[in-house]
């Protein structure tokens, strides 16, 4: 029971580089998030996806790019890292349909430096 | 600013005492969810609450989602070590736009 998988686990990058973190769910979910988790301030919403091919913001989009080219995918790409995005990242799915259950993946931990 | 607020945000309790969280809001919501998060795993669903007013039980834990769909709480009676962990209410906006409280961390000390 894969669920969603989100590669790499831990990363550490220097201020200005770029890099993609991964996420794929296997349950045939619609909709599909990023979130970030700093101590003290819960999840807030990156950017979110309704299916392939429809994206929009969340709570917090500057510094990060997303796309959603199949179902299954949902990367989060950051542009230039800088040391306020040092956080853990939860991608998460949900099926279509009103109040359903959000599904997570055990997270990304970015540090930049 | 957090749109959905979480009191007390630490709770530090003697196993077998009573104890609540609150979520609240000045936006109304068409429902609420709470979550549990362990260390290095994300949330997992609890329950949903639609309808103001409603009041949803799972075994010791008692959630209940306000009149006005402004604020939920969560009431864990006699709580044991096994409830520790990191409690986090959820709002939707629209149908699927999920935003977060800020959570309240759990110790239930034996």
């Known amino acids: 029971n894969a669920g969603v998988t989100q590669t790499p686990k831990f990363q550490v990058l220097k201020t200005g580089q770029s890099m993609t973190l991964q996420c794929a769910q296997d349950?045939?979910?619609?909709?599909m998030s990023w979130y970030r988790q700093d101590p003290g301030m819960g999840l807030r919403l990156i950017h979110y996806?309704?299916?392939?091919?429809?994206?929009d913001q969340g709570e917090v989009p500057n510094g990060y790019n997303v796309s959603r080219s199949t179902t299954e995918d949902f990367p989060l790409r950051l542009l230039s890292a800088a040391p306020s995005q040092t956080s853990v990242y939860f991608c998460?799915?949900?099926?279509?349909?009103?109040?359903?259950?959000?599904?997570f993946g055990q997270g990304t931990r970015l540090t930049v430096v | 600013t957090q749109l959905l607020e979480q009191s007390p945000q630490f709770l530090s309790i003697q196993e077998g005492e009573n104890l609540t969280v609150y979520c609240n809001s000045s936006s109304v919501f068409s429902s609420l969810q709470w979550y549990r998060q362990e260390p290095g795993e994300g949330p997992v669903l609890l329950v949903t609450?639609?309808?103001?007013?409603e009041v949803k039980k799972l075994k010791r834990l008692t959630f209940q989602f306000g009149d006005a769909r402004k604020d939920s709480s969560l009431h864990i009676t006699a709580a044991q070590p096994g409830d520790t962990g990191l409690y986090l209410c959820a709002g939707f906006q629209g149908a699927q736009k999920l935003v977060f409280g800020q959570g309240t961390r759990l110790t239930i000390n034996p």
């Open positions: 609450v639609v309808t103001g007013g």
């Open positions: 349950m045939n979910h619609e909709y």
């Open positions: 998460a799915s949900s099926p279509t349909g009103y109040y359903t259950e959000a599904f």
């Open positions: 996806s309704v299916g392939a091919g429809i994206t």
